[in-house]
């Protein structure tokens, strides 16, 4: 690297700190109001209001590192940090979360979901290393989860981005920002806007935690108990920051980029339009996290309950396969469309 | 260069991904280091470690489970070798529409 990019490199590493650093905070600021609507909520429907994770992230990382007896230590104590430095690395790859991204130049999304496996494998491992029967139930249901969500979030972006190839897409079409479908809402009929949507709705609704009916944390207050300090407090920490990452990537395939630039371009100035964009995409981003995220996992367990027992487990899956014959359909009705013409 | 992985596409450099890993990693351990120095760990007693009765979701039971049920079924099956041709075909059909 020649003298002259050694300054640019700097700066770039601390804008993309900055961000991620900002993504960080962000989503356990949110999974907090999240907490606290919802106790509010169920406080004045006379609800009984369940035990939270009732010290927030800096008490939890200055309590006493504890670990159960029989765990293996260093394991227990290092993974959730090499979990979280590997979630890190994928924000590295995200546009939206470096500007300039700075581990490679396109933030592919097949490598995106392999960051992510990878920081799932650092935090099975730490449940795992626990040593108990609870840690590896734990592990075992995380897991579960997390190969739920990447069927949905798979079968997706190959949907996507084989249409994408059929619509004449020139450049890689699992790039992230291939992925920007509101600009091709326009050319496609209300099947594929139909199958786009309902695969967001399938993602958002399988996002691995405890759930929409009090909050995202990866761990109850009552779960674990002999597992706390500083590790605990980068797991959860860990699993918002997850979270809020998918939730950005589906928000960001949904993000009306077109419109929020015709606002800035009506100012006059560039960087006005960009700190609209910035502004506006977080906050949907949020508005994603604290209000869609939770009707999605309602609806679907709604969905799940309303079915007979049997079926509930085959209604993701029903759902997903639906999703892609309708981008299926919406790809054959192209060709036909093309040869037509 | 065996620190770039390059396809049609896309570029993924290696070495700047471990260099962002090993430091994240670094700042991540020290700040569990200092936690654990600062305070020591508290190993409490076990109350319901793995025994040889209860196994948890991930024992060999479970595993073995899996293998009978799922993977046997298939690899016992006279037509197996004709199914694994069939599925690469997919593969191989679904490479060419995307690609």
Redesign the interface.
Known sequence: MAVNDILPALFNFFVAALLIIFVFAASHKSDRLYMLMTAFIMKKRGMPVPAAQGSGFRTMFRSQVSVPGCALTGMAVCAPALAVASLVTLCAGLPYCTFVPITDGGADIIQMAQLFLLSEAFAVAAFCSLGTKDGLDHAAAETRDVIKLLFALTAAVASLASFFVKNGADRDPFSISSFSVVGRFSTMSLYGITGAFLFAFVILSQLPGKGAAFSESLLGEDDLPDFGGAPRALLLLWSSARSFIIISVVVFVFFPYNLVDNIGEGAGFAWYGQAINFAAFWLAVLLFRIAVVPFCQLSMAFIERKVPAKLSAAVMPLLVAAAMLLLWYEEALLIEEAAVF | MLFKITT??????VL??LL??AV??S???S??RY??RR????????????GDD??????SDSARCFLEVCVKPWTDHPLCPLFGMGALLLFFVTAI??G
């Open positions: 049609g596409f896309f570029v993924w450099d700047k991904w962002l890993f994240t990693s700042i991540f351990l700040a569990v936690a654990v305070g020591g760990i508290k190993r409490p007693e076990n109350r319901n470690s793995i209860s196994a948890g979701a991930f024992s529409f995307l």
